[in-house]
């Protein structure tokens, strides 16, 4: 069974509905996975948007979330989860707001797509003190035993 990414609030390529958005509530996404390898020490989580600031002339992939020493054992996160609520162990690293927790889509112009990652790793990682996507991504490298993504969409409507 390979590792899949799910989320109850939209489809694979569907629009991400509005309360997960600055538009809205700004929760973070009900997300669900399966397909966890045996060997598999940790789970990371990423959510990033690589059409920043303008999908037909993207300059930047805008970082949105990351999450990091998952417990493997975990299945999901809970909609507009907390990072009280978080599984235990589970260390946050910093979006491209410079603060930790899930920020939502809130394009600038044009439809972006928001790419939900998940890693499972082989080893639990150091405390890496609220790293970056980059640092964390350096930090995984070699260690990365499956991978899965959830694509959803959205513009404002304005």
């Keep these: 069974m390979s590792l899949t990414l799910t989320s109850s609030a939209f489809r694979h390529n569907a629009d991400i ?3 997960y958005t600055c538009d809205g509530d700004d929760a973070s996404p009900p997300l669900s996975w399966s397909g966890v390898p045996a060997g598999a020490k ?3 989580l990423i959510v990033d948007d690589p059409d920043a600031p303008d999908p037909k002339a993207p300059k930047m992939t805008w970082v949105h979330w990351v999450l990091y020493n998952i417990p493997p ?3 999901s996160l809970a909609e ?3 990072a ?5 162990g589970t260390l946050e690293g910093v979006n491209d707001w ?3 927790g899930y ?3 809130c394009p600038p112009v044009g439809r972006h797509r928001y790419f939900h990652k998940i890693y499972a790793l082989d080893t639990v990682l150091p405390d890496q003190n609220r790293p970056t996507k980059a640092r964390l991504e350096k930090a995984m490298h070699g260690h990365v035993l499956a991978q899965a993504e959830l694509i959803g969409g959205y513009q404002r409507s304005r």
Excluded: E, Q, Y
């Design 73 to 75: 054992n975990t299945t």
């Design 42 to 44: 940790s789970l990371v």
């Design 103 to 105: 920020g939502g889509p």
């Design 17 to 19: 509905p509005v309360r």
């Design 84 to 88: 009280k609520d978080l599984p235990k």
């Design 80 to 82: 507009d989860v907390a």
């Design 98 to 100: 410079k603060r930790t």
